[in-house]
């Protein structure tokens, strides 16, 4: 057993700083057609707060992060109490608990249609093995970067098995656990050490992986259409790429459109978290979790001082509580063995 480094620990808090400043970004502008955004914002430079003809984030403080942080630190706690499993009665409960409290405070950012359906139909009493029967959003992507921290990459299988059985209570398909696996892994390759261009071959791989497990429903390949994305952006000025992602790659909630969008706007900026998430906070439509993905994944490949301190400080003040640092040091001692047998 051998603990993290201290730069595999910087690598894995800037994942899920990243993560968190990618979501607070696109609050504001989540679900606004790019072109609004653009006139109102150009691209987004700083956090701004819910505007008032947005209907899920209206009146939403500048800085607040949305459910894709909310339900990724969900799981990342599930995991290090499960010691490396996430419990799936536990996780529904946090969930359903989770969106008690939105709800309580008037919030309209609230589960995604696969969570959804998913916990209504464990409420009635469907086993966990087939309460994702459906689940083929992003839903599962958004929330499972805690998993990249906590396995390494190596070997590619145990770490998509992970994500299948994180995510299988609410999005138990072979199109969503391909999109979450995708993005596990190329957080799991930054913190190992990897270069974003190996991290991204990874991803496309372990997307390959993830869609042998779970239940078919019809959907575009998501590795295929990774793949596509990257060549589709490879080379271009992100101005440029910003428009093709939006028109071509789509930014919906669909696994095969949210998460080749995330990867492709990462695939821009290796060494620019920062900017990853300012591109893709200002894309347009479901940008949040777009942006928390793409986030996440530049994010575990780049120190934490790659983001402007005025900006953490800032999301620190908007979000009291978010212990990430702790989180990650849970995370860790499952990824080294020193807090299970879990590698």
Do not use: K
């Not at 059985?165 to 999005?171: E, F, G, R």
């Amino acid at each position: 057993m051998t603990a993290a480094s201290p730069a595999q620990r910087d690598r894995a808090l800037g994942a899920l700083l990243c993560l968190a400043v990618g979501d607070a970004l696109g609050m504001p502008t989540q679900y606004l057609p790019q072109e609004v955004i653009a006139q109102r914002y150009g691209v987004l430079d700083g956090f701004h707060p819910g505007p008032d003809d947005n209907d899920i984030s209206r009146g939403t403080p500048a800085g607040t992060v949305t459910d894709d942080t909310d339900q990724a630190l969900i799981v990342g706690r599930l995991l290090v109490a499960g010691r490396g499993r996430v419990d799936p009665h536990a996780l529904a409960a946090d969930l359903l608990a989770w969106e008690a409290r939105m709800r309580e405070r008037g919030s309209l950012d609230l589960l995604g249609p696969s969570t959804r359906r998913a916990l209504d139909l464990a409420r009635q009493g469907v086993p966990p093995d087939r309460t994702g029967r459906w689940g083929d959003t992003n839903g599962a992507a958004m929330r499972i970067a805690p998993v990249g921290v906590a396995f390494s990459a190596e070997p590619l299988d145990g770490l998509v098995d992970a994500v299948a059985q994180v995510s299988a209570v609410t999005h138990n398909t072979q199109l969503a656990i391909a999109g979450a696996s995708a993005i596990a892994a190329a957080v799991s390759s930054g913190v190992g050490g990897a270069r974003l261009t190996e991290s991204l071959a990874i991803a496309t791989a372990a997307a390959r992986l993830g869609a042998q497990r779970g239940h078919y429903v019809a959907g575009a390949d998501v590795a295929t259409r990774v793949a596509w994305a990257l060549d589709l952006v490879s080379g271009r000025r992100p101005e440029d790429a910003l428009g093709l992602i939006y028109r071509l790659v789509g930014a919906g909630v669909a696994t095969q459109e949210a998460v080749p969008a995330a990867l492709a706007i990462a695939s821009l900026f290796p060494a620019d978290p920062w900017g990853a998430c300012r591109y893709a906070a200002s894309l347009g439509g479901d940008c949040d979790t777009i942006a928390a993905m793409a986030g996440a994944v530049v994010g575990a490949h780049n120190p934490v001082t790659s983001v402007p301190p005025h900006i953490r400080a800032e999301l620190d003040a908007a979000n009291p509580g978010l212990g990430l640092p702790d989180l990650v040091d849970g995370l860790l001692e499952l990824r080294t063995g020193s807090g299970s047998g879990v590698r």
